[in-house]
């Protein structure tokens, strides 16, 4: 089977910097996805990592490690918009190409 | 036009009714999807059409019949459905199945079933 697990809650001050792990456990691996789905909105990707190393797009940022079958999204200059809801995603060869939801992350930003 | 629109936006059916959810994309991606989601839990892939053919059934019960006309456009028919079938239903599209390309969401229907 396959299983993801993400911390449930996050909680920090604007400005600040937030990390959000994710670890996984897959039979077979292609990638790892991040999504941000604001409450009542669709899921938004973020970023996509397949190989080792780190992803870097404004003020967010991807990191994998295939080896130690782990990732996180890094938040930095922290908005109160960016109080969302965090999906890690791995994509998969079951049935060609499947992708998979992690349990998501909800991030609090306060003032 | 980087958009997954979805019609209608809400739905409330009744467990005898046949209704439709539609999905429509024009950028040229040949992958599609329905997922399924439930208030403060991830989206669960029920259906990927790749190429316009059904390539994964997450074993999703026949009451839900996932059709695609053509390389726009999606659809979900619903008959018959229980009242824990109430939840977000979001169609996505991705350029390829096989490619490591993000995937659109669509901002999905809200389908209450009484």
Same mark, same amino acid.
């Given at each position: 089977?396959?299983?993801?697990?993400?911390?449930?809650?996050?909680?920090?001050?604007?400005?600040?910097?937030?990390?959000?792990?994710?670890?996984?456990?897959?039979?077979?691996?292609?990638?790892?996805?991040?999504?941000?789905?604001?409450?009542?909105?669709?899921?938004?990707?973020?970023?996509?990592?397949?190989?080792?190393?780190?992803?870097?797009?404004?003020?967010?940022?991807?990191?994998?490690?295939?080896?130690?079958?782990?990732?996180?999204?890094?938040?930095?200059?922290?908005?109160?918009?960016?109080?969302?809801?965090?999906?890690?995603?791995?994509?998969?060869?079951?049935?060609?190409?499947?992708?998979?939801?992690?349990?998501?992350?909800?991030?609090?930003?306060?003032? | 036009?980087?958009?997954?629109?979805?019609?209608?936006?809400?739905?409330?059916?009744?467990?005898?009714?046949?209704?439709?959810?539609?999905?429509?994309?024009?950028?040229?991606?040949?992958?599609?999807?329905?997922?399924?989601?439930?208030?403060?839990?991830?989206?669960?892939?029920?259906?990927?059409?790749?190429?316009?053919?059904?390539?994964?059934?997450?074993?999703?019960?026949?009451?839900?019949?996932?059709? $695609?006309?053509? /390389?726009?456009?999606? +659809? #979900?028919?619903?008959? *018959?459905?229980?009242?824990?079938?109430?939840? =977000?239903?979001? $169609?996505?599209? /991705?350029?390829?199945? +096989? #490619?490591?390309?993000? *995937?659109?969401?669509?901002?999905?229907?809200? =389908?209450?079933?009484?």
């Amino acid at each position: 089977g396959q299983s993801l697990e993400q911390p449930s809650e996050v909680t920090a001050v604007e400005g600040a910097i937030v990390q959000i792990n994710c670890t996984y456990q897959t039979s077979g691996f292609y990638g790892l996805s991040w999504y941000q789905q604001h409450d009542g909105g669709a899921p938004t990707f973020l970023s996509y990592n397949a190989l080792d190393g780190l992803e870097e797009t404004g003020r967010f940022s991807s990191f994998l490690s295939r080896s130690d079958s782990y990732g996180y999204l890094l938040l930095q200059e922290l908005q109160m918009k960016d109080s969302a809801s965090y999906f890690c995603a791995v994509s998969i060869p079951t049935g060609g190409f499947k992708t998979i939801f992690g349990a998501g992350t909800r991030l609090f930003v306060k003032a | 036009d980087t958009e997954v629109t979805q019609t209608p936006k809400h739905l409330v059916m009744g467990m005898t009714n046949k209704k439709s959810l539609k999905c429509e994309q024009h950028m040229g991606h040949r992958a599609m999807y329905w997922y399924k989601q439930k208030a403060k839990k991830p989206p669960e892939l029920m259906f990927v059409y790749s190429y316009e053919k059904l390539s994964i059934n997450e074993s999703v019960p026949s009451r839900f019949s996932p059709e $695609c006309p053509n /390389s726009s456009l999606l +659809n #979900l028919h619903l008959h *018959a459905l229980q009242p824990e079938d109430s939840a =977000l239903y979001l $169609c996505a599209s /991705s350029q390829d199945r +096989n #490619l490591n390309t993000e *995937a659109f969401f669509g901002q999905g229907t809200r =389908l209450t079933v009484v």
